[in-house]
Nanobody, 127 residues
Framework: QVQLVESGGGLVQAGGSLRLSCVVS????????MAWFRQAPGKEREIVAGIHWTGGITYYPNSVKGRFTISRDNAKNTVYLRMTVLKPEDTAVYYC????????????????????WGQGTQVTVSS
């Protein structure tokens, strides 16, 4: 059974930083792309970062580019999301997810291509 467990959320002031972690079990972590999504109240879930299974390709939407960094440690089956210069509009529940396709050639940002999700961790940025 595939499980993803996130940690690291919390309350932070605008301009601050947080690092989220997501530990994956039940799947050969190093063979799968990973991504972080977020969902704010009243809004649709959106991708904020993705990392190819090789670790050599990453993706960020313009809203977080330059502020967020995704990384992975295959030895620890863990993907991280380093968030800096946080803004109140970054307030959301953050989810990690694993690609459904082993060793996919491209890095996809499509939610339906990620088949297992964590429970979510709340990030609140105060102004």
């Amino acid at each position: 059974q595939v499980q993803l467990v996130e940690s690291g959320g919390g309350l932070v002031q605008a301009g601050g930083s947080l690092r989220l972690s997501c530990v994956v079990s039940g799947r050969t972590f190093s063979n799968y792309a990973m991504a972080w999504f977020r969902q704010a109240p009243g809004k649709e879930r959106e991708i904020v970062a993705g990392i190819h299974w090789t670790g050599g390709i990453t993706y960020y939407p313009n809203s977080v580019k330059g502020r967020f960094t995704i990384s992975r440690d295959n030895a620890k089956n863990t993907v991280y999301l380093r968030m800096t210069v946080l803004k109140p509009e970054d307030t959301a529940v953050y989810y990690c997810a694993v690609d459904r396709t082993v060793r996919r050639g491209v890095l996809t940002a499509t939610q339906s291509e990620y088949d297992y999700w964590g429970q979510g961790t709340q990030v609140t940025v105060s102004s």
